[in-house]
């Protein structure tokens, strides 16, 4: 599953506050349908297999942001943002989200990357069985949020393989949830040493990098990034900040228009980013119809009420 992180604000995991449940249903049930759960702000990573109706389940879950991502094998991939807290909760704490999975055709919500041709890359298969094992520890303890034993477990399989790519990239996707920067691009990087094409890796280093303002640096893989994920909303958030760093707000436009499109809830909050550039550019009705949306939204968010605030000051001083 790829776990595209955008921009890190670095979160605690929740572990005090209530936990919550999500469940929902695939329609229509495909057979053998897998679901991930990937947090946004913390390291959590848990994949369930969906029963013959469609059915899935994830428990003990923290309030914050997740990727809800869908996979039936030779059609696709289909994700959404689900934003998890008591508000949305029903009496027993549980989240209800149904998924609308359609073969493409014209059907944008559906990401068509995940297609392949079953070849094993060589590198893949002198992996030791010890370390194949080590890493399904881990993936059991990040499921269950036992941090510090997953980053071991990890770290014993890399030892074991160094040329574990897929131990390598989870290790880089907790150390950048966990603003530890140098070592995600280190951990991403040795995946792509072993394997130019890994998607998640040509994501996540964009996103480094990015979050390292190395602007220029990062371009290459956000636009590659969209172009293996062309109709993924957080692939084109990304390449949206990435053109805005560079000073370019047109296409930046054009990228967080495109993010708010294929998915308005997404956690990146792309109209914020369009807000702002409207506001950059002295279009106000239209910096205003993208807070009021982004409020509608996301009510408590506070860059959003602030920005509202700094627009409705300027309208007043400028009639």
């Known amino acids: 599953m790829v776990a ?7 979160a605690a995991s929740g572990s005090n506050a209530a936990k919550l449940e999500l469940r929902g249903q695939v329609q229509p049930p495909y057979p053998g349908i897998l679901a991930n759960l990937s947090a946004q702000q913390f390291p959590f990573d848990a994949t369930v297999t969906c029963d013959k109706t469609g059915r899935f389940r994830f428990t003990k879950l923290a309030p914050g942001a997740y990727t809800l991502s869908v996979f039936v094998r030779g059609e696709g991939l289909v994700r959404k943002s689900v934003q998890l807290d ?48 080590e890493y399904r520890d881990a993936r059991r303890a990040l499921s269950e949020q036992r941090i510090e034993d997953t980053i071991r477990h990890l770290k014993k399989a890399v030892e074991m393989s160094p040329e574990f790519a897929a131990a390598w990239q989870l290790l880089g996707q907790i150390a950048f949830q966990s603003d ?11 995946v792509l040493a072993q394997d130019p094409d890994a998607l998640e890796s040509i994501v996540n280093l964009g996103a480094v990098l990015l979050n390292r303002n190395r602007c220029a640096e990062a371009l290459p893989y956000s636009e590659r990034a969209v172009r293996e994920l062309p109709t993924d909303a957080a692939t084109n958030s990304q390449l949206g900040k990435n053109y805005l760093c560079l000073g370019d707000a047109v296409r930046a436009l ?7 499109q294929i998915d308005p809830g997404h956690y990146s909050k792309p109209q914020l980013a369009l807000a702002m550039i409207y506001m950059s550019m002295g279009a106000d009705l239209l910096a205003r119809a993208e807070l009021d949306e982004a409020l509608a939204r996301f009510p408590d968010d506070g860059l959003a009420i602030d920005l509202k605030k700094k627009l409705a000051e300027r309208t007043r001083q400028f009639p």
């Open 4 to 10: 595209v992180v955008v921009a890190l604000a670095l």
């Open 86 to 133: 008591a508000a949305k909760a029903d009496s027993k704490g549980v989240v209800w989200l149904d998924v609308a999975f359609k073969v493409p055709d014209g059907d944008t919500s559906v990401v068509q990357y995940a297609k392949r041709t079953g070849t094993v890359p060589f590198w893949a298969l002198q992996i030791a069985p010890k370390a194949r094992r």
């Open 180 to 190: 530890r920067l140098a070592e995600a691009e280190m951990c991403f990087r040795r």
């Open 254 to 260: 054009q990228y967080f228009s495109a993010a708010k």
